[in-house]
């Protein structure tokens, strides 16, 4: 193993252990380069953001079905696949992503696991 690389930035001091011989200095001028990037970034304020999906999704923002859909989403399963590894019918979790139909606690963990999410946000 190689010796541990570290990095003083404006943003933050890192400190990275090679798992085989690298470039040293393509590695720091990498990692200054992101971080620099990173500082350079357009910030937009979280209010601005949650204003804008308000208007998009309407009465439905930040319920539990909501979340469900969103989460479902990100993972790229459809209602059918999820409804399945969740062992129930297809149209329920329409109706749950719709806030027609209420998300148990129990039902909520299963599902939470299966997305990789926190179950709170499902209730």
């Known amino acids: 193993m ?44 979280a209010a601005l953001v949650h204003a804008q999906a308000k208007a998009r999704h309407g009465d439905n923002y930040n319920t539990p079905g909501y979340f469900l859909r ?26 749950m992503e719709h806030n027609k139909r209420p998300i148990g606690k129990v039902l909520a963990r299963k599902l939470a696991e299966l997305l990789n999410c926190d179950y709170q946000k499902l209730l």
Request: net charge positive; aromatic share 2%.
């Open 2 to 45: 190689t010796q541990a690389v570290k990095i003083r930035h404006a943003l933050a001091e890192v400190s990275i252990a090679p798992v085989r011989p690298v470039n040293v200095t393509r590695l720091k001028r990498a990692i200054r380069s992101a971080l620099d990037e990173y500082l350079e970034g357009e910030r937009v304020p």
């Open 70 to 95: 969103l989460y479902r989403l990100r993972t790229e399963v459809t209602q059918a696949a999820l409804a399945e590894q969740a062992g129930m019918r297809q149209h329920h979790l329409s109706e």
